[in-house]
């Protein structure tokens, strides 16, 4: 018995003994400070547990923390971006306390980049220019639009005056002829928004947003962009998504100070499972915007979801996007022009001021019309750029044995929507407007019939784009196959895409008065008194210029193989080349308009300008069945001098194919050779790379030659058909003067030229010679707090290919000031264009009468804006 007894009291302290062993180790912890050479600690650092998915972020104070850890041997790695990579062994022994110290490598040239290339790799030993901007570098320019963000890439030209979209994007003096980015791939995730960046009213950047949940823009210009991509010949602008394998998020309100716009935005990212990893994020705002719209014309958000699964040889991510967004469209707006074609002085009309102004107003709510099938609709102006995008996609990545890689990339988007905006055709005095529908004629103020009087007497003939986004669904997919040899990599691609376009320009004609402050709508008398318009419509359709009512309903199917080898011929030197063949095929219909007489307000009377309502004429379509091809090559070497030095060359070629914007009768949409479906692109770029132990500097010098066939631009209601040549040097560069204080900035050279047709020897139409930024930084109180400013600008352009009117040079001065109020709580206040400068981007008109006040229809930057945003990290 006392045996018994005596066991049954051993097992019972054996048993408390493991208890309490067990308890302990489970409330291990390791915890620490990451902080920088000063002493300062680093919010954001990522820290992993080697061999383990353990992984987490310090906090606003730098402190890090895991638990539930086994007492023994660690290894942890320490990872912040312009900081080395720190690894560090530590003896877990109970709650054990280990502080890092991470030092400064200003090298963003060992940044290892996934656009344009096959196989990851770093951008010293890569022969293509390329940026990466992470999200403190684009929050440093302050800017308001995803088409500012752009400006700071050294290479691309955005004129980023429209709004959250429809911006003119541009590569190395590679021209805008048609709008959009013809040239340049916009993508998320490495598939790109849209098959086409030239879509008329749909441009890629409508359907893209940038928020919480981009963890860095990676920008390509030429190289291999042209054989990695379709319609990419001159670059790729990437958006990388977090993927939630670091643990954290952030929770941001945002307000104008001096505009009403307020938003929201959320995400967080963190391990659900064994190597299960899950991110979600979004934003929504509403607000009239930096301009005076009258009405809430900024209203919606996106959300957006992935999860990842890792594997012991590779990974599937799963994603999706919704995107419902309504974002005011700013169009060319009245500026007054004086002095000469070379000489001019710019500046604001009498009461309307340029910088803050907008055509739209509360007298205009909705347009009314026949839609494409004939029946009655009514659209509202508020909408503006309304995209809707559905999309799921996977991507999933495998090692194989024996040097095999497989990588598939694939994606479905459902995207409509519709694109509406007050669009100026003519600015003119009240006596030029009236004469125009025949001598006699006279205005009157349409809600109180009183005569036309004004401060400027300027009146506005507004053509309303009021386009119906019908179906821009569609479908990418990228299949990767890589074979690593030795010192060679072969890879085998297979891209297919089908886009469908569909879309119907339901366009009317109003009057209304040149002002900033809700603008009048203005009727028109004729010289025996009957009215010619009503409520200021004058016209369903757009006579003025002819009437373009549209509807295309077409879709572009693109299956587009392609071959990639490179080689590192010795420890210094490598070789990499590529071959694509794009097959496109193309079906569907496009219709143009009609007449009729119809009844669109149901008052049972037929008034003037329901006697000629122009609509699309659905029984007369012309059928689109057509094929065509290119091949796009690129050949590229890098050489390494150090590991801080390298220098590469590379020679390219592609084509953009051509969407709706050919899509006018006059050609035969049957045979793909009879028509001008492709224009073509080839460059030539040598680089240099150089890095510092607190900086470096990138330079690449190129050379480009476009052969263009013509594109319909619609703002000038013409074809614009162009060759081109273009010489040009980017700079791009960062330096750590101290601690506190960094510099990065860029500069582009380009003299953009026309070879042929009646303009040869011109410069290209809003080509600067030089762009150039400049954003320093400064940070106080160790790293809680951030002063910023960044100069952004251009030389003079011309406004057309004529190459008489002048647009003056500018530079917009933003800043900023964050500061860190609590753990993980920061303030920022944002100024954007402080001085508010008059800054043309593009101007329809291109030249002036000498000497006497012109009025121009020009589209500038948004003036002034300030905000306010708190943050709270965790």
């Known amino acids: 018995m006392k045996k018994n007894t005596l066991l049954l009291k051993r097992l019972g302290l054996i048993l408390a003994l493991l208890l309490f062993n067990l308890s302990f180790s489970q409330n291990t912890k390791l915890s620490g400070i990451v902080s920088d050479a000063n002493g300062n600690p680093i919010p954001g650092v990522n820290v992993t547990i080697q061999n383990t998915t ?104 955005s004129e980023s005056s429209g709004g959250e979209g429809n911006s003119n994007i541009s590569v190395r003096g590679v021209p805008i002829s048609s709008g959009g980015s013809k040239y340049l791939q916009i993508q998320e995730d490495g598939l790109p928004v849209l098959l086409f960046g030239d879509i008329a009213f749909a441009t890629a950047d409508i359907f893209t947003r940038f928020d919480g949940n981009v963890a860095r823009i990676e920008a390509i210009r030429g190289g291999s962009a042209s054989t990695l991509s379709s319609n990419s010949p001159g670059g790729i602008i990437n958006f990388i998504s977090k993927t939630g394998k670091t643990e954290g998020g952030a929770i941001a309100t945002s307000f104008g100070l001096d505009y009403n716009n307020f938003r929201t935005d959320l995400d967080y990212g963190t391990k659900i499972g064994n190597n299960l990893y899950f991110h979600v994020g979004g ?74 102004g907008a055509l739209q107003s509360i007298y205009l709510n909705h347009n009314v019309g026949l839609g494409p099938d004939g029946e009655l609709r009514r659209a509202k102006v508020s909408d503006g750029m309304h995209p809707v995008s559905k999309a799921i996609g996977v991507n999933a990545s495998f090692d194989l044995n024996a040097g095999w890689k497989i990588t598939e990339n694939g994606r479905f988007s459902s995207n409509n929507g519709g694109f509406i905006a007050p669009f100026p055709a003519e600015i003119a005095s009240a006596a030029t407007v009236a004469n125009s529908f025949g001598a006699g004629s006279t205005l009157s103020f349409a809600k109180t019939g009183e005569q036309f009087n004004n401060p400027n007497g300027l009146v506005a003939r507004i053509h309303m784009f009021d386009t119906q986004l019908n179906d821009l669904n569609n479908f990418m997919n990228d299949l990767r196959l890589t074979k690593k040899f030795d010192k060679i ?80 011929a010795t420890d210094e030197l490598s070789f990499e080349g590529g071959l694509r063949y794009d097959k496109g095929k193309v079906t569907g219909s496009f219709a143009g308009g009609g007449s009729t007489t119809y009844d669109i307000n149901n008052d049972n009377v037929i008034s003037f300008p329901e006697q000629n309502v122009f609509a699309v004429n659905t029984a007369n379509e012309t ?105 040009g040097l980017e700079l791009e560069t960062a330096y750590k003067i101290s601690d506190a204080f960094d510099l990065r900035g860029g500069l582009t050279y380009t003299k953009a030229e026309i070879t042929s047709g009646d303009n040869a020897g011109n410069d290209a139409r809003r080509q600067p010679k030089l762009m150039y930024n400049f954003i320093p930084s400064y940070h ?49 206040v944002s100024g954007n264009n402080l001085f508010d400068t008059l800054a043309i981007t593009e101007a329809e008109e291109g030249s002036i009468t000498a000497n006497t006040v012109n009025y121009v229809r020009a589209r500038p930057m948004p003036g002034r804006s300030i905000s306010m945003a708190l943050s709270y990290r965790f």
């Not at 010619?532 to 077409?554: C, F, I, K, M, V």
């Not at 400013?789 to 290919?801: E, N, V």
């Open 54 to 157: 353990k992984a987490t972020a310090t906090d606003f104070d730098g402190k890090y923390e895991f638990s539930n850890l086994q007492n023994g041997v660690v290894t942890i790695f320490t990872s912040f971006i312009g900081y080395k990579t720190a690894q560090t062994t530590v003896q877990i022994n109970g709650e054990t306390i280990q502080n890092i110290t991470i030092t400064l490598d200003e090298n963003v040239l060992n940044d290892v980049i996934v656009t344009g290339v096959v196989s990851p790799k770093t951008k010293i030993k890569s022969s293509v220019s390329i940026t990466s901007l992470d999200v403190k570098q684009i929050e440093q320019s302050a800017p308001r639009s995803t088409a500012e963000i752009f400006r700071t890439i050294p290479g691309i030209r």
């Open 283 to 356: 934003f929504y705002r509403a607000g009239e915007g930096v301009r005076k719209t009258g009405f809430t014309s900024n209203n919606g958000g996106q959300v957006k979801f992935n999860i990842t699964k890792e594997f012991e040889r590779g990974s599937v991510t799963i994603y999706a996007k919704f995107l419902n967004d309504r974002a005011v469209a700013y169009m060319p707006m009245p500026v007054q022009v004086s002095g000469t074609n070379s000489n001019p002085n710019w500046e604001n009309v009498p009461g309307y001021n340029a910088t803050n």
């Open 489 to 568: 990599g072969i890879t085998a691609g297979y891209f297919k895409s089908i886009q469908n376009i569909s879309m119907s320009w339901l366009w009317n004609s109003y009057l209304q008065e040149v002002s900033d402050n809700n603008p009048r709508l203005i009727n028109v008398t004729n010289a025996t008194g009957n009215l010619l318009s009503e409520n200021g419509l004058y016209a369903y359709g757009t006579p003025y210029w002819g009437n373009l009512a549209r509807n295309y309903d077409t879709q572009y199917n693109v299956s587009a193989p392609y071959f990639n080898v490179s080689i590192d």
């Open 623 to 727: 059928a689109v069945h057509y094929d065509y091809d290119y091949v796009s090559y690129t050949i590229g070497a890098n050489y390494l001098f150090t590991s801080r030095q390298s220098i590469f060359a590379r020679l390219s070629r592609g084509a953009s194919a051509k969407a709706d914007r050919i899509l006018f009768s006059g050609l035969d949409y049957l045979d793909g050779n009879k028509i001008n479906a492709l224009d073509f692109l080839t460059q030539f770029e040598i680089g240099y790379k150089q890095k510092f132990s607190k900086g470096y500097i990138y330079a690449t010098a190129f050379h480009s030659k476009t052969d263009e066939q013509g594109g319909y631009e619609a703002t000038t209601n013409s074809i614009i058909k162009n060759n081109y040549k273009s010489l």
């Open 780 to 828: 106080f109180s160790g790293k809680k707090n951030t002063f910023g400013l960044s100069f952004i600008g251009q030389t003079k352009a011309f406004a057309q290919d004529s190459n008489e009117l002048v647009m003056n040079g500018f530079v917009i001065v933003n800043g900023f000031v964050e500061v860190g109020l609590a753990n993980g709580l920061s303030l920022n």
